[in-house]
């Protein structure tokens, strides 16, 4: 089955109770047995809610894998990965990742003796020389957030083929219309289901997707007693989102094309970051590796001056001033104040992120309307 047809058909069936077309909220924390032990597949919802599952399956498919598990949050999804490891082992993540995650690294994680390393992913020299004997897992995010580089997740497979370091890629600026992580190589794909997925900004969710059976069942052991799943209302909302999420992304992926064209030619803006650009500096393993280049541009203004940035923002009416991407509408924001300010400063102006930088996630409305928005903003 192709994309599409997979999005809106992949893992659900008809209600057999009523024959409804839509899966039903099973909104109910338990289920009745027949006798001890003899039950139609659910027993409690902590463990499993048909909503949910259908969910589950769904994702999975879209992602090309066997085993999905659905969290409350992103960080949640991201929580229960970091809970295979032990005291003693080692995390090599990019250095440019969503602020969220490098909190939870940071502050969750490293208190329970587990050891994060930084890079810069793209250099498969520093990756191979921070390889150790106490790796045990790769975090991939491609693109980056928020300057929007891209990872070669095929190189990265391949080098750590033969040993038993696990590859994580946190596939939410990308989805899995326009890339699938597990048939690069990875082993698990992780997504905030609150972005694209959902596409609707109405809901926060976290969803993994793995192919190999040990570690589905490892994922759903954490996932089920560390507890932190989603409701069954939330389930039900990112199905129906994930019903266009094809139609969708076409869209994000064409409008944000325009915009990145335009603030190419602009005066005020210095560098513009998009992997659709051809002089954008992994533009070609972008082209390898996704279907298209995705809703999220940033762009740093000439003079790189905070104050201005700030100008920018509160000039627009089209684009909304929030935190969060991937919904329909679309969203401005300032990195360096917004997402990424749990990131130390000097570590952030390594990355790029810059007191100018912009970051867009570029809606479905009309895309003369964006971008003159962004034209009186700019002036
Ligand atoms: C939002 C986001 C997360 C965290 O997900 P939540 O649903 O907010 O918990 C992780 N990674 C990326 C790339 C994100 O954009």
Request: include cysteine; aromatic fraction near 6%.
């Amino acid at each position: 089955m192709k994309f599409g047809t997979k999005a809106i058909h992949a893992g659900l069936t008809p209600d057999s109770a009523t024959g409804a077309i839509m899966t039903p909220i099973y909104q109910t924390s338990t289920f009745i047995q027949n006798g001890v032990g003899n039950h139609k597949g659910f027993e409690y919802a902590r463990s499993a809610n048909p909503t949910r599952s259908a969910l589950e399956s769904n994702i999975a498919a879209l992602e090309n894998g066997k085993f999905g598990a659905a969290f409350g949050s992103g960080i949640a999804a991201i929580d229960c990965v970091l809970k295979m490891l032990k005291p003693g082992d080692e995390v090599i993540a990019t250095n440019d990742l969503y602020g969220g995650t490098y909190r939870i690294f940071k502050t969750i994680f490293e208190q329970y003796g587990i050891v994060f390393h930084f890079i810069d992913l793209g250099n498969i020299d520093v990756l191979k020389a921070t390889i150790n004997t106490k790796t045990k897992l790769i975090w991939v995010e491609t693109p980056t957030n928020p300057t929007l580089q891209i990872i070669d997740i095929k190189a990265i497979a391949g080098l750590i083929n033969s040993s038993n370091i696990l590859l994580a890629v946190d596939n939410t600026f990308a989805t899995p219309y326009l890339q699938t992580p597990l048939d690069l190589g990875a082993d698990i794909v992780m997504h905030s289901a609150t972005k694209y997925l959902g596409g609707h900004s109405d809901v926060v969710m976290g969803i993994l997707v793995c192919k190999d059976e040990k570690l589905g069942k490892e994922i759903y052991r954490i996932q089920n007693s560390s507890g932190a799943i989603c409701g069954p209302m939330d389930a039900f909302l990112v199905l129906r989102g994930i019903k266009t999420l094809h139609l969708r992304m076409q869209a994000h992926c064409k409008n944000a094309l325009e915009i990145a064209s335009f603030l190419k030619g602009h005066n005020k803006v210095d560098k513009v970051y998009w992997p659709g650009l051809s002089d954008h500096k992994n533009h070609l393993i972008a082209k390898e590796q996704m279907l298209g280049f995705g809703g999220m541009i940033s762009f740093s203004l000439v003079g790189d001056s905070k104050q201005e940035a700030l100008k920018v923002l509160n000039k627009t009416s089209v684009f909304s001033l929030a935190e969060s991407l991937g919904g329909v509408e679309s969203l401005i924001g300032h990195p360096a104040t917004m997402t990424h300010a749990a990131i130390p400063k000097e570590e952030r102006i390594k990355n790029g992120i810059t007191d100018s930088l912009i970051r867009l996630s570029v809606g479905v409305e009309d895309v003369a309307d964006l971008i003159n928005d962004l034209k009186q903003a700019l002036e």
